[in-house]
């Protein structure tokens, strides 16, 4: 019988050391559903659990996005912070919610610590919120929707020609729309709506389907309308 894991091999930025992580085999990754933020919500097990690689050896996490070199000041920030304290613990199995959970936030701090771009935080900060979405923790999620945003946003500023733009400005039009921010999540749609440079046509259509959930939202909320003059 084929097992869901499988193991892959990684070697760590940090320490130098190989070693084996699992990963969740495409034939056991069955989607349910997708959010408007793009959180993919699986029938069995969760693929986005295994996503964070954790040395063993050293503790440093991080993800297939994070960086594979690190420069000896980064190597000296993290152990001081987090590898000196560190003791060998095997992260290459099966894991719980309160495991992903945990590397995911272990992650978190490595990209803090060694200065990853913005982009990379933000999607950490943004998968945890998933995880307690998953767990049905509103409070918890809607803080670690608030820092993904504020990481995205810094992305947009700093690293905006690497990306897809268009699906950037959505996400932040998104997050701000759950966060209740209305006016600000127009905007990031409307931006992309009038972007006659834009041709993601998924996107764009995403965006004025968006657009009309913020009026939803606003009726339900019984807040006035949006006057769309004053978001020029």
């Known amino acids: 019988m084929v097992e869901p894991l499988f193991q892959v091999k990684v070697t760590c930025p940090q320490c130098g050391r190989e070693f084996q992580s699992s990963r969740v085999r495409?034939?056991?990754?069955?989607?349910?559903?997708?959010?408007?933020?793009?959180?993919?919500?699986?029938?069995?097990?969760?693929?986005?659990?295994?996503?964070?690689?954790?040395?063993?050896?050293?503790?440093?996490?991080?993800?297939?996005?994070?960086?594979?070199?690190?420069?000896?000041?980064?190597?000296?920030?993290?152990?001081?912070?987090?590898?000196?304290?560190?003791?060998?613990?095997?992260?290459?199995?099966?894991?719980?919610?309160?495991?992903?959970?945990?590397?995911?936030?272990?992650?978190?701090?490595?990209?803090?610590?060694?200065?990853?771009?913005?982009?990379?935080?933000?999607?950490?900060?943004?998968?945890?919120?998933?995880?307690y979405r998953e767990k049905g923790d509103e409070a918890q999620e809607k803080r670690f929707l608030q820092f993904a945003l504020d990481e995205y946003t810094r992305a947009f500023e700093t690293e905006g020609g690497e990306m897809n733009n268009a699906r950037l400005m959505y996400l932040l039009g998104e997050l701000n729309r759950r966060l209740k921010h209305y006016k600000p999540a127009v905007k990031w749609f409307t931006r992309v709506i009038n972007d006659k440079s834009i041709n993601d046509a998924g996107m764009i259509r995403a965006c004025r389907e968006q657009w009309a959930v913020v009026r939803e939202d606003m009726q339900a909320d019984k807040l006035e309308p949006i006057d769309e003059t004053e978001l020029t």
């Open 26 to 131: 495409p034939s056991f990754k069955k989607t349910v559903r997708t959010d408007t933020d793009f959180c993919l919500h699986y029938k069995d097990i969760n693929p986005e659990h295994y996503v964070v690689r954790i040395c063993p050896d050293c503790g440093f996490a991080g993800t297939e996005n994070s960086k594979t070199k690190l420069t000896a000041a980064e190597k000296e920030a993290f152990y001081s912070k987090v590898g000196s304290q560190w003791t060998y613990k095997e992260y290459g199995g099966e894991r719980t919610w309160g495991d992903a959970l945990y590397s995911y936030k272990l992650a978190l701090l490595c990209s803090q610590i060694v200065k990853e771009s913005a982009r990379v935080t933000a999607g950490l900060l943004h998968h945890i919120a998933w995880l």
